[in-house]
């Protein structure tokens, strides 16, 4: 009879935010696929467990989910987990729980902590619907188009980003959505967790030395507090325009490109 694959979600930095179900399945299972040995040894022996593990990052996935869906056939249930959080959501796993499903494996979750739900329910936006966007591209192309999809999203938007580029991140926000109310959570659950609260602007006066790594949860649902009054020079003019004229209206930016688009289709010039 075939094992069954556990996607095990751990501690995003406290270690006691793990499940009593988590701990016993860690226990339990031949095997636990880790992205980094290391780090998940460290939450092993703070509870005594001595269960083998192996590595499974982004740079062998490929070669060793064969390996490890051989063992699940064989009969052996393994457990796979991230550096930190719940496994695939920004993280590697996919390719293996995709195999594992080809295979005709058991995959069973196991829930836990995840960076992005806990920054969600402590900022006070719209957690009804959402969009998680994982990290901006860096190269310039797929960056504003990422930007671009991010400020017609409808809805609050949560992405992760690195201490070296939060600042410039946030600059670009800015200019792709104009002021939005946005939450920057850090740390979350350590000793040093932040929580700055406030538009884009005030944030960015409050950040500090940039650390550790970033959630950013984004009401993009809303209008802005304010758009510049001339386009910064990495906008697109036209955008910003749109996003003015919205504002005029009291209306979303979406709700305009909406009535443009209805308006297009009927063959009347929008007013």
Do not use: C
Not at 3 to 10: K, M
Not at 35 to 60: C, G, K, Q
Not at 226 to 233: G, N
């Amino acid at each position: 009879m075939p094992g069954t694959l556990f996607v095990v979600a751990t501690p995003i930095g406290n270690l006691e935010d793990i499940t009593v179900r988590a701990l016993r399945v860690l226990r339990e299972v031949a095997l636990i696929a880790a992205e980094d040995t290391r780090r998940t040894a460290h939450l092993l022996a703070r509870h005594a467990i001595t269960t083998p593990t192996t590595s499974l990052h982004e740079h062998n996935e490929g070669r060793k989910a064969a390996t490890i869906v051989a063992r699940l056939q064989g009969g052996d249930s393994v457990a796979l987990v991230s550096d930190a959080g719940t496994p695939t959501i920004s993280d590697p796993g996919t390719h293996l729980i995709q195999d594992a499903i080809a295979a005709g494996i058991r995959v069973e979750p196991i829930p836990g902590p995840s960076a992005v739900l806990a920054a969600l329910t402590a900022s006070g936006l719209p957690g009804d619907e959402f969009t998680f966007l994982g990290f901006p591209p860096t190269k310039a192309n797929a960056r504003k188009l990422w930007f671009e999809k991010l400020a017609a999203a409808g809805r609050t938007v949560i992405f992760f980003e690195a201490p070296h580029r939060i600042v410039s991140t946030l600059n670009d926000l800015l200019d792709h959505t104009g002021d939005r109310r946005i939450v920057i959570a850090r740390e979350l659950t350590k000793i040093h967790e932040q929580l700055v609260n406030g538009p884009i602007t005030t944030v960015l006066n409050r950040l500090g030395e940039p650390r550790g790594e970033y959630t950013v949860v984004v009401d993009i649902g809303e209008t802005p507090e304010s758009f510049p009054l001339e386009p910064p020079a990495r906008s697109d003019s036209r955008r910003q325009a749109m996003a003015l004229l919205a504002k005029a209206h009291g209306l979303s930016a979406n709700q305009l490109y909406a009535a443009i688009e209805e308006a297009k289709k009927s063959g009347n010039r929008p007013t």
